[in-house]
């Protein structure tokens, strides 16, 4: 059974930085995609960024230059570095898998969801 928990949320202010982390278990495969979602509030969630199993990485324009994805294949986790934080990035942030090579980073792509963890950032 595949597990994605998220950790690392927080409130930090305008500027600051934050780490988020997926802890991924049950998720075995050659070829597969990992991604970061979010969902501010009163809003439908949207994709922040993917990493592939060749370690190609994509990311929406917003947060370009200000956020990393990574993935540690030995700690079976996956990461969110988060820099440059402002308000519009308060949200909801949820990891994500596709047993498949990135296509897409829309939510009908994704099979496994984590439960997710907020993100707060103060002006």
């Known amino acids: 059974q595949v597990h994605l928990v998220e950790s690392g949320g927080g409130s930090v202010q305008g500027g600051g930085s934050l780490r988020l982390s997926c802890a991924v278990s049950?998720?075995?495969?050659?070829?597969?995609?990992m991604g970061w979602f979010r969902q501010p509030p009163g809003k439908e969630r949207e994709g922040v960024a993917a990493i592939g199993s060749d370690g190609t990485t994509s990311y929406v324009d917003s947060v370009k230059g200000r956020f990393t994805i990574s993935q540690d294949n030995a700690e079976n986790t996956l990461y969110l570095q988060m820099n440059s934080l402002e308000p519009e990035d308060t949200a909801m942030y949820y990891c994500a898998a596709a047993p498949e090579k990135c296509i897409a980073v829309v939510e009908d792509f994704f099979g496994y969801w984590g439960q997710g963890t907020q993100v707060t950032v103060s002006s």
């Open positions: 049950g998720f075995a495969y050659s070829s597969y995609c």
